[in-house]
Protein backbone atom coordinates (compact mmCIF):
# COMPACT_ATOMS: atom_id res chain seq x y z
CA UNK A 1 0.00 0.00 0.00
CA UNK A 2 1.00 3.41 -0.85
CA UNK A 3 0.29 6.65 0.62
CA UNK A 4 1.48 10.29 -1.04
CA UNK A 5 1.25 13.31 0.55
CA UNK A 6 1.78 16.99 -1.39
CA UNK A 7 2.63 19.93 0.63
CA UNK A 8 4.35 23.71 0.03
CA UNK A 9 1.41 24.99 -2.56
CA UNK A 10 0.61 28.64 -2.07
CA UNK A 11 0.32 31.44 -3.76
CA UNK A 12 3.69 33.68 -5.56
CA UNK A 13 3.67 36.31 -7.89
CA UNK A 14 5.13 36.06 -10.90
CA UNK A 15 9.16 35.17 -11.13
CA UNK A 16 8.60 34.07 -7.65
CA UNK A 17 9.54 30.64 -5.96
CA UNK A 18 8.32 27.56 -4.72
CA UNK A 19 9.13 23.99 -3.16
CA UNK A 20 6.54 21.33 -3.86
CA UNK A 21 7.14 18.05 -1.38
CA UNK A 22 5.68 14.98 -1.74
CA UNK A 23 6.02 12.77 1.13
CA UNK A 24 5.81 8.89 -0.08
CA UNK A 25 4.69 5.77 2.17
CA UNK A 26 4.93 2.45 1.28
CA UNK A 27 7.99 -0.51 0.53
CA UNK A 28 8.19 -0.29 -3.26
CA UNK A 29 8.64 3.50 -3.26
CA UNK A 30 12.10 3.20 -3.78
CA UNK A 31 11.92 0.92 -6.93
CA UNK A 32 9.34 3.28 -8.49
CA UNK A 33 9.20 6.31 -10.60
CA UNK A 34 7.74 9.55 -8.81
CA UNK A 35 5.96 12.21 -11.25
CA UNK A 36 4.56 15.78 -10.77
CA UNK A 37 1.35 16.40 -12.75
CA UNK A 38 -0.66 19.66 -13.11
CA UNK A 39 -4.37 20.18 -13.60
CA UNK A 40 -5.38 23.93 -14.06
CA UNK A 41 -9.04 24.58 -14.22
CA UNK A 42 -11.03 23.53 -17.50
CA UNK A 43 -7.61 21.55 -18.60
CA UNK A 44 -6.76 18.31 -18.74
CA UNK A 45 -4.20 16.38 -16.22
CA UNK A 46 -0.61 17.33 -17.55
CA UNK A 47 2.74 16.33 -17.45
CA UNK A 48 5.29 18.29 -15.52
CA UNK A 49 8.54 15.93 -14.11
CA UNK A 50 9.56 12.66 -13.69
CA UNK A 51 12.55 10.99 -11.56
CA UNK A 52 13.11 7.51 -11.84
CA UNK A 53 15.07 4.87 -9.55
CA UNK A 54 18.23 6.13 -10.42
CA UNK A 55 17.07 9.83 -10.26
CA UNK A 56 16.95 10.79 -14.24
CA UNK A 57 14.73 13.20 -14.87
CA UNK A 58 12.53 14.21 -17.64
CA UNK A 59 11.10 17.52 -17.91
CA UNK A 60 8.03 18.95 -19.66
CA UNK A 61 8.67 21.61 -22.60
CA UNK A 62 6.94 24.00 -20.41
CA UNK A 63 9.17 23.76 -17.32
CA UNK A 64 12.49 22.61 -18.75
CA UNK A 65 14.87 24.86 -16.67
CA UNK A 66 12.84 26.63 -14.58
CA UNK A 67 11.50 23.73 -12.16
CA UNK A 68 14.27 20.67 -10.85
CA UNK A 69 12.40 17.51 -9.42
CA UNK A 70 14.59 15.65 -7.08
CA UNK A 71 14.48 12.58 -4.31
CA UNK A 72 15.38 11.74 -1.13
CA UNK A 73 15.67 7.92 -0.57
CA UNK A 74 16.07 8.02 3.13
CA UNK A 75 13.23 10.52 3.79
CA UNK A 76 10.92 8.67 0.76
CA UNK A 77 10.51 12.41 0.06
CA UNK A 78 10.25 13.72 -3.42
CA UNK A 79 10.49 17.52 -4.14
CA UNK A 80 10.09 20.13 -7.24
CA UNK A 81 11.51 23.35 -6.95
CA UNK A 82 9.19 25.61 -9.22
CA UNK A 83 11.62 28.53 -10.11
CA UNK A 84 10.72 31.66 -12.17
CA UNK A 85 7.27 31.12 -11.89
CA UNK A 86 4.09 32.26 -14.88
CA UNK A 87 0.81 33.06 -14.27
CA UNK A 88 0.29 29.58 -16.93
CA UNK A 89 1.90 27.41 -13.85
CA UNK A 90 -1.43 28.26 -12.06
CA UNK A 91 -2.77 24.70 -10.55
CA UNK A 92 -2.91 21.88 -8.39
CA UNK A 93 -0.27 20.32 -8.22
CA UNK A 94 -0.35 15.88 -7.94
CA UNK A 95 2.44 13.97 -7.17
CA UNK A 96 2.37 10.75 -8.20
CA UNK A 97 3.97 6.96 -8.31
CA UNK A 98 4.82 4.84 -11.38
CA UNK A 99 5.42 0.86 -10.05
CA UNK A 100 5.89 -0.46 -13.93
CA UNK A 101 7.89 2.23 -15.12
CA UNK A 102 6.34 2.90 -18.11
CA UNK A 103 5.09 5.50 -20.06
CA UNK A 104 6.28 8.18 -17.42
CA UNK A 105 5.14 10.80 -19.49
CA UNK A 106 1.33 9.42 -19.10
CA UNK A 107 -1.15 9.50 -16.17
CA UNK A 108 -2.89 6.64 -16.55
CA UNK A 109 0.67 5.12 -16.22
CA UNK A 110 0.65 5.83 -12.95
CA UNK A 111 -0.37 3.81 -9.57
CA UNK A 112 -0.98 6.11 -7.00
CA UNK A 113 -1.92 9.84 -6.20
CA UNK A 114 -1.87 12.28 -4.03
CA UNK A 115 -4.28 14.47 -3.37
CA UNK A 116 -2.88 17.59 -4.52
CA UNK A 117 -1.57 20.76 -3.27
CA UNK A 118 -2.72 24.47 -4.77
CA UNK A 119 0.08 26.74 -6.74
CA UNK A 120 -1.13 30.15 -7.63
CA UNK A 121 0.59 32.32 -9.58
CA UNK A 122 -0.28 35.94 -9.89
CA UNK A 123 0.63 38.55 -12.71
Known amino acids: QVRLVESGGGSVQTGGSLRLSCAAS????????MGWFRQAPGKEREFVATIMTGSSTFYADSVKGRFTISRDNPKDTVYLEMNSLKPEDTAVYYC?????????????????WGQGTQVTVSS
Open 96 to 112: ALNFNLVRLTQAAAYDY
Open 26 to 33: GRTVRTSA
